[in-house]
């Protein structure tokens, strides 16, 4: 199967909308309750995406992957860091999603995701990037010490009634300016 990874455009909220929800449902149903997966919804995550769209960031990048027949199977964003100072991340540059269908999966699609993303940060002058990742999400984890994220602070939050651990992940960019 080829992948081509590109920018995203408009067009896209739908099948973006569409693996993340997806892409919540394969990968977590094994440490989130039921509960938390059946009340997703495409229309919810397509005006959350149509949000991304209505006010554009350059310094913020979208990639999707997506097969020959125009299927998007997987996405990845990231952008300067939201809260002030980046709150716990204390990062400049922040990993907002990636996500991949099972089907795509550990066949470079994430790696090549994520790369194009930290690649373009690094450009916009960002030294430092952060990111949330659930902390029984082992093989995101290894993911991300894979492409070297060094594992930090921890928090936890109430999702849809389940109390779940986050751990952060940080990357330091090569440019040093
Ligand atoms: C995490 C994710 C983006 C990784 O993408 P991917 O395309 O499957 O990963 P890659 O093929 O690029 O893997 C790169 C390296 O990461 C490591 N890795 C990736 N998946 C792994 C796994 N399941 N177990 C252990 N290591 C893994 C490996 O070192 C791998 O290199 P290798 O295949 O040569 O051994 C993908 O699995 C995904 O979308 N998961 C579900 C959503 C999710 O959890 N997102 C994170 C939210 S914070």
Known sequence: MTIR???AVEGDVEGIARVHVQGWRESYKDFLRPEALSGLSVEERMRMWQGAF??????AKLLVAETASGEIV???RGGPVRGENGGLLGTEAEIF????????KRRGIGRTLMQGVLDHLDQHGFRSVGLWVL???????????????QPGPEQSFDL??????????????????
Request: hydrophobic content about 40%; aromatic content about 12%; overall charge positive.
């Open 5 to 7: 990874i590109r920018d």
């Open 54 to 59: 209505a006010q554009p960031d350059p310094q």
């Open 135 to 149: 902390k029984d999400n082992l093989p995101a984890r290894r993911f991300y010490e894979a492409l070297g994220g």
């Open 97 to 104: 999603a990636i996500y991949l269908l099972d089907r795509v």
């Open 74 to 76: 997987g996405f990845a």
């Open 160 to 177: 849809r009634g389940q109390m779940v651990v986050e751990v952060a992940y940080r990357f330091e960019l090569k440019s040093q300016r």
